[in-house]
């Protein structure tokens, strides 16, 4: 009952919000400090959805983007990225990213004619990467502006971006449209948009993480058909050199989802549950953190930088509703509720 | 393997003894005289639901295609993705491929995906179509556990020559030629009939899906379609005849975004080109109460999807994303023996063989598919009132046995003045899995089993005629459990993988109306009919997802249509009205737009004058659809035309 108060109360806020026509409008406050869920939806089916969850009552708000916007999200919501009060939402198969007021999740602006972005990474006020799943170009943006400025050719596809000091890691995920093996990291220096160097690591890098030593680590799941046995790299951004590998135990994982805690010691990654595995430890965890069960299968992860707690998305069937499980990082569940469909990528939003 | 090879010899034998006894029925009664059979060929003593298209209804769609004809005037829902665009048919809650579309009374469904794209049938090439609803076409296929659209041109046997050609212009770029001629007396008759339409579908359209909302055009919806058929009808006696018939067609479509990724760069192109030729061949015997049907068809599809986006480099040119290469055929044999015996019964019998082969870039190799089946069909009338049916079909998939399908039916009329007559029927029928559901690589489930329908119906019909007028009225109701409702699911890797999991409880109820009548120069048609559909997953997994009871996508609750017709000296007024309720477009059960498409009303209005010159007919017509301008969407986020305008000339000569 209370939960339904709080939402109806929600959605009262966020009507009486969007009635307001004045000038004030970008000054509404209506979302506290909480976590954005983006919900992917179905490939060419437009059906996206952006939700909000309350961590302090652990309450979700579902379709918050079309209710305040009154525009779908688009088809296949990737990723979100957030700078000062403004979130950049990352529509992959809409080519486009919207960015959103963090306070209040109204349109502030949005970056059109992108090939098929994956993932943004702010490097300044006035400048933002964004990767491409088919595009060997890493699209150069103005997140002020939201104008396309330039691009810079990488010769592969991308990924997952990272900064470290002033360049920027990028992972050669896909094989899609390129000759090349997808098992390189492009270093790409941020001031000159030059690609400086290419780090040789595992088949398919889908994520990488800066941990608290600044050092770059980047998960390979060594191939969707399974060409190799997975593994965790360790790269020293300064020298550019490869200072560990890990190799998982079975050729037939699959993990992904590489995540890294507030505080820069502990790194998350999903592999049929949840695994945690601390930056100064030699051995990769054989048994899961959080494990699934048969009712119970994790798609995306993210980790709040501020509380360390653990978000979790399941996808159920992938056409209804998907469930969103919160942990404490000591891996008590604190919350489950009901997002959209397919939730992914999570955006902590604090303002 | 063994216990394959004796299924096998079982039916044969079976088979075997049968036909022998069927030979000695057959000469012990031909020596008897003919009997009155017109009783018997009545459909409205029908045990089950069959509905004839109406001529007013072909002419007024003619040069459109199946697709919108089964959208506006019938109760099939028909789920498009836009003018000219993939568009499938869903017979009482049920889904695409459960939809059966006969050519000559053979399967032209895709073995892929197992549905038609009823955009690429051309209505100008049939001149009489038929539905069949749930069960009724048991006697011609498996499978149809919706229903299934048959397709046929009749050879008249005429002995003028005649020529018809028409012209259509009409909104968006679109143009269509039809034209036939036909020869022939009353040995011999050809019938030649062609196509050609070509759309850009650049229609204008507001797209509320973008920021800003702004007023847009359709881009890369352009299609083309280009076929002929040719019929050959031989007669060579009383007894014997011939007919050889070919369809063949090229198509185009081109797909274009969804209207929320119209600002993507990449200049993304999407498209499907296919040609397909369909043939077959019959030979009819027919002597006193015996008709022995002997036919065979050769259907072959080749079909190409390409999805394009150009790279990065622009030097490298368009990224081939998915580039889909499928190529399948069909091969079929039917002999068929009906025979009408003295007291009021009659029987239908058969055996039907189909080879299917698919060769396809999305499977490992090239696969295949033999299907033979058997099938008696008993009628008997008794006092002339009452009607029962009783149909068993036997199936055998690469020799794997299904269980018999039985359909046991019965009508009777309920007063002897009056023409209203109760029907009730209940059968069991199987549905083989596609071979997409079993061999697309990823996923394909080479394990399933095939979809269990078990489905039971009841009617009422009326028909009243009256000096000037004809009135009809039916209603029905119907129940049908699909047990092992193929579903894809997402698996343990990357991909999904379909599985026998779903458990569909289909139920509703269908209302038609209709008059019918003249006066003097004045003739009059209309109709109005109602679909109530309820069709749920009641899974023990939908269960667990909370979505059990909670109606399947894009199936619309209530929907209806109507259509009146009016003539007089020549001049002619059509009006066609199509409403299809809200839809679920996921089976989430919170309440939220992106779960439902609302309801639309679609109205659609043509006049015309026919002017008759000795030995040629001119006909003019012009033809607003859309007429108030709805903006709707019959797949969310798939823009679809507002009002437009099509005229067309057609001059025919005898």
Known sequence: MKKLIILFLAVIGIMASSCKKDKNDSQDNTLGNGVFILNQGNFNSANATLSYFDPADN?????????????????VAQSITSSGNTSFIVVNNSGLIYAIDNRNAKILGSITGLTSPRFMLIIDQNKAYVSDLYSTRIAVVNPSTYQVVDSIEVGRTTEGMVMAGSEVFVANW?????????????????????????????????????????????????????????SLWKIDPRTHFVVDTLIFDTITSNPDNLNVN?????????????????????????????????????????????????????????????????????????????????????????? | ???????????????????????????????????????????????????????????????????????????????????????????????????????????????????????????????????????????????????????????????????DFEQVFGSFHTMETTAGISVGGKKFGSDTRIVYRTSKNDFPYYNNAVVPARKMTQENANISNAGFTQQFNYRFNRNNEIDVVTWNQWNVQNIPPVMTNVDRGGDQKEYLKDFFSRNSVRWVWQKKQNKLEVSAAALYDDMNYKLQRSGGDDST??????????????????????????????????????????????????????????????????????????????????????????????????????????????????????????????????????????????????????????????????????????????????????????????????????????????????????????TTNESQVAERAGYDGKQLIYIPTHSANGFVHAAYKGFYLGWNVHFTGERNTSLNSEESYSNTLPAYFLNDVSAGKILMLKKARLELRFRVNNLFNENYQAVRWRAMPGRNYELSVKFNLN
């Open chain 2, 317 to 534: 040119g368009p990224v081939t994303l998915i580039d889909s290469k499928n190529r399948t055929g069909s091969y079929s044999g039917k002999v068929k023996y009906s025979r009408e015996f003295k007291n009021n019964f009659v029987l239908v019998t058969g055996t039907d063989a189909v080879f299917e082969r698919v060769n396809s870039n999305n499977y490992d190799s090239a696969k295949r598919r033999t299907t033979f089946s058997v099938y008696g069909d008993l009628v008997k009338d008794f006092n002339k009132r009452l009607r029962l049916n009783l149909l068993l079909r036997a199936e055998m998939t690469d020799g794997i046995l299904l269980p018999v399908m039985p359909l046991f039916g019965m009508n009777y009329r309920l007063m002897k003045r009056e023409q209203l007559y109760v029907r009730a029927n209940i059968s069991r029928n199987y549905h083989l899995p596609t071979l997409n559901d079993l061999y697309w690589s990823p996923g394909g489930n080479p394990e399933l089993k095939p979809e269990d329908g078990l489905q039971t119906e009841g009617g009422l019909k009326y028909i009243k005629k009256l000096s000037t007028l004809t009135l009809s009225a039916d209603v029905s109701v119907y129940a049908s459990w699909i047990n092992n409702w193929i579903l894809w699911t997402p698996g343990n890797f990357q991909y999904w993988s379909p599985q026998n999991i779903a458990e569909v409880f289909a139920r509703g109820l269908e209302f038609t109306f209709r008059v019918q009548g003249t006066k003097g120069n004045f003739s009059y048609y209309g109709f109005a009919e109602y679909a109530f559909t309820k």
């Open chain 1, 59 to 75: 309450t979700i708000t579902n379709d918050v983007f079309f209710n305040v916007n009154k525009v779908p999200l688009g088809d």
């Open chain 1, 262 to 351: 507030g505080t820069g010691d502990i790194l998350y990654y999903l592999n049929r549950g949840i695994y945690k595995f601390s930056v100064d430890s030699v051995a990769l965890d054989t048994v899961p953190f959080i494990e699934e069960r048969k009712d119970r299968h994790f798609k995306y992860i993210g980790v709040d930088p501020v509380t360390g707690d653990i978000y979790a998305s399941d996808p159920l069937d992938y056409q209804t509703n998907g469930i969103i499980y919160r942990y404490k990082d000591s891996g008590v569940l604190l919350s489950k509720n009901e997002a959209g469909l397919i939730p992914g990528a999570f955006g902590f939003n604090y303002h």
């Open chain 2, 1 to 163: 393997m063994k216990r394959t090879a004796f299924h096998i010899t079982l039916i044969t034998l079976a088979w075997l003894v049968f036909m022998q006894v069927q030979g000695q029925m057959m000469s012990d009664t031909l020596t008897l005289d003919q009997f009155e059979v017109i009783g018997m060929q009545q459909d409205f003593a029908s045990p089950v639901k069959k509905a004839v298209m109406d001529s007013t209804v072909m002419h007024e769609m003619n040069t459109s295609d199946l697709a919108e004809l089964l959208a506006s005037f019938t109760p099939v829902s028909v789920r498009t993705y836009g003018s000219g665009a993939l568009a499938t048919a869903s017979f009482r809650g049920t889904g695409a491929s459960h939809t059966k579309v006969l050519w000559n009374g053979f399967g032209i469904n895709s073995p892929m995906l197992g549905s038609t794209d009823l955009s690429l049938v051309p209505n100008s090439f049939f001149n009489r179509m038929e539905l069949y609803y749930g069960a009724a076409s048991m006697r011609e296929t498996s499978g149809a556990l919706g229903g299934s659209v048959l397709l046929e041109y009749d050879n008249h046997w005429t002995k003028q020559p005649s020529v």
């Open chain 1, 174 to 230: 896909s094989a899609f449209g390129q000759t090349a093996k997808n098992d390189m990291v492009v270093v790409i220096n941020s001031l000159n948009d030059v690609v400086v160097d290419s780090i040789r690591v595992g088949i398919e890098p889908n994520s990488l993480v800066v941990d608290k030593y600044d050092f770059v680590w980047v998960l390979c799941s060594g191939g969707y058909d399974n060409q190799q046995v997975p």
